[in-house]
């Protein structure tokens, strides 16, 4: 029988401490003449192995991941570190490969003594790596969508503490697809972990509004040509649901147009089938008045908060999502804040576990696990979160917008609550 261990840390414990720090890098900051980095028990930096999609069908993601990687560990350092320590990064390809993405892990606890490992996107390789990760005692912080850590399927040495799963998603959004564009639904998604997600769990969720899937289409991740999967959609069909993925997304929503004509049924896309793809794309003005998913909206919204303005500038992303330096490279928006916002949370959990070392790994899953309410700020400017301890998994806000004028606009917010589901596993009873 395994006992839960017993922790130092609470809810209530971590805020007061967030906030003492908070206000002493405040008051440091105020002092003239002081700068770089405060007084520590060791000036070695925290090393924090990136696991980045550098190659492979993640590469557009693991590029923008990387950038915004590199802009919080900008922004934290400038702020005097983790702990008066900086923070430097370790980063390996794993190639969105399983298999190396386990290897990357290894290297990063016995060749490159990383502190902790961060980054993962793509689910089957989280599931090839957080195996070994538990195995070396390493923490493993992913920034992926899927339900594998709420799942209960990982370990105690896995979190997702920066950006919603997939099961949430759609729980929170199944209502306005109903209500709005129809209860009959074909599915089209990518035959992996990530895309029998959807299948399994928006399935469900759309039965609880009282629709249906009426078609299920799975389809290769490194396909190149989708016109051959389309004649499987039943006429009956009043909603197309597609969440594609990779280097393809852009042949997949032209010959979905070009299939259609303008007589397509209602469209509700996640925008992973258009993330790092301008919109506005030859080809792709069948999608005027169309709705997506969308993690952390990709314009500028009228009512854009100065959070993510800020944010914006930190990783040169201009108002319409893409690159500052460079107008047609356009970002993957709706992820990657996934990345800011774990490493600030990272932050919080060393300085309020007082991490100086390896032999403090179990404080710091101990005072993440601790973590709760995480208002709108510029540490969360995606939106406030809400993360479960034992589940190891964050809830947050999910946005569906409307393709007008060839950009997206923000047309429904859903609520913390719409999001919520019942414990599947209680990672803190687990013993280190």
Known sequence: MVTKPESKFTRRGVLRTLAAGTGAIAAT???????????????????????????????????????????????????????????????????????????VVEKFATQHGCDIAFGTLFSH???????????LKLPYFVVSEGHHVASGK?????LQPGITDVKSQVQAMA????????????????????????RDFFTAAIEAQGGQVVES???????????????RIPRETEVIYHVMVGPAVLTFVKELGEFFGPN???????????????????????????????GNPRNAQA???????????????????????????VSTYSHMFGCWETLNIIK??????????????????????????????????????????????????????????GKLVVEHTTSIDDGLYEDEVDYTTQSF
Do not use: C
Not at 54 to 69: E, F, V
Not at 125 to 135: I, K, L, M, T
Not at 175 to 198: C, Q, S, Y
């Open 303 to 329: 009512d854009q908060s100065s959070h993510d303005k800020a944010y914006r500038a930190a990783v040169g992303v201009d108002d319409n999502g893409a690159s500052t330096d460079d107008a047609q490279d």
């Open 264 to 294: 397509s049924p209602e469209i509700f896309g996640f925008i992973d089938s258009l993330e790092a793809v301008d919109i506005k794309s030859p080809g792709l003005e069948f999608l005027e008045g169309t709705y997506f998913w969308e």
């Open 29 to 103: 900051s105020a002092l003239p003449g002081l700068s770089g980095f405060a007084q520590a028990q060791s000036s070695a930096p925290i090393k924090i192995g990136f696991q980045v999609h550098r190659t492979g069908i993640g590469a557009a993601y693991g590029r923008w991941y990387n950038r915004t990687t590199e802009a919080a560990v900008k922004r934290i350092n400038d702020m005097g570190g983790i702990n008066g320590r900086p923070v430097e990064l370790v980063a390996e390809d794993d190639g969105t490969d399983p298999k190396r993405g386990a290897e």
């Open 348 to 405: 919080r959990g060393m300085e309020t576990a007082g991490y100086q070392g390896p032999a403090d790994r179990a404080k710091l899953i101990e005072a993440v696990e601790a973590m709760s309410d995480m208002p709108l700020s510029d540490d969360h400017p995606q939106g406030a979160k809400r993360f479960n301890g034992k589940t190891h998994q964050t809830f947050g806000h999910q946005y569906i917008s409307k393709v007008t004028d």
């Open 125 to 135: 390789v989280v599931y090839g790596s957080a195996p070994r990760a538990g195995e």
């Open 175 to 198: 209502p306005f697809v109903a209500d709005n564009l129809g209860k009959k639904v074909t599915m089209i998604f990518p035959d992996f972990a990530f895309g029998h997600d959807h």
């Open 154 to 158: 990982l370990n105690r040495y896995t």
């Open 217 to 231: 289409i799975a389809i290769p991740p490194t396909e190149t040509s989708f016109s051959k999967y389309f004649p």
